[in-house]
Antibody
Framework: QITLKESGPTLVKPAQSLTLTCTFS??????????LAWIRQPPGKALEWLAL???????RFSPSLESRLSVNKDPSRNQVFLTLSNVDPEDTATYFC???????????WGLGTMVTVSS | EMFLTQSPATLSVSPGERATLSCRAS??????LAWYQQRPGQPPRLLIY???VRAPGISDRFSGSGSETEFTLIIDSLHSEDVAIYFC???????FGPGTKVELK
């Protein structure tokens, strides 16, 4: 069974950087075809895909946020990291990580972590 | 840029009745489409992938169909636990639709 858990700060000031961690079990990011995704959801709004990182360290980003996003992994610790720079109150959202196997749909999700951007 | 639209925005259905949700893609995405259910306060849950394949453990009251640009999710015999927002997603570029909120009439 795959499990994922997001963690990070709950409050970030505008213009700062936000780094979130996804800690997972039941999969290996060293295995061909595996990848993890980051998705966010502002309160009361729709889901927004942010980024993907593959087993071979290939990465994909949402075009609208690409200049502010980075994603990295540490397979030895079963962790993936998302950094969003220069945050703004519009970045206030619940941030999810999800398992993305072999180019398919996102089959397992974490519970999400709520981040508020405010001074 | 590719995008998805969903209709209706809100759907009110009586218990036991059928709910029909639509998702339209701005270009041909073949059958690279998934449906997710998000109950209040919970993360999304995968219902359907490849447009029509139920994910493991999903009730057969949920069925998906369609291809290219037009897709449908049907929920048969609506139950109270089906009250949720339903999102479609294309996994060529991973974008989501805006969602359809299903409520009980």
């Amino acid at each position: 069974q795959i499990t994922l858990k997001e963690s990070g700060p709950t409050l970030v000031k505008p213009a700062q950087s936000l780094t979130l961690t996804c800690t997972f079990s039941g999969l290996s990011l060293d295995t061909s075809g595996e990848s993890l995704a980051w998705i966010r959801q502002p309160p009361g709004k729709a889901l927004e895909w942010l980024a993907l990182i593959y087993w071979d360290d290939d990465k994909r980003f949402s075009p609208s946020l690409e200049s502010r996003l980075s994603v990295n992994k540490d397979p030895s610790r079963n962790q993936v990291f998302l950094t969003l720079s220069n945050v703004d109150p519009e970045d206030t959202a619940t941030y999810f990580c999800a398992h993305h196997p072999d180019g398919q749909a996102f089959d397992f999700w974490g519970l999400g972590t709520m981040v508020t951007v405010s001074s | 840029e590719m995008f998805l639209t969903q209709s209706p925005a809100t759907l009110s259905v009586s218990p036991g009745e059928r709910a029909t949700l639509s998702c339209r893609a701005s270009r041909n995405i073949y059958t690279n489409l998934a449906w997710y259910q998000q109950r209040p306060g919970q993360p999304p849950r995968l219902l359907i992938y490849d447009a029509s394949v139920r994910a493991p453990g999903i009730s057969d009251r949920f069925s998906g169909s369609g291809s290219e640009t037009e897709f449908t999710l049907i929920i048969d015999s609506l139950h109270s636990e089906d009250v949720a927002i339903y999102f479609c997603q294309q996994y060529d570029e991973w974008f989501f639709g805006p969602g359809t909120k299903v409520e009980l009439k």
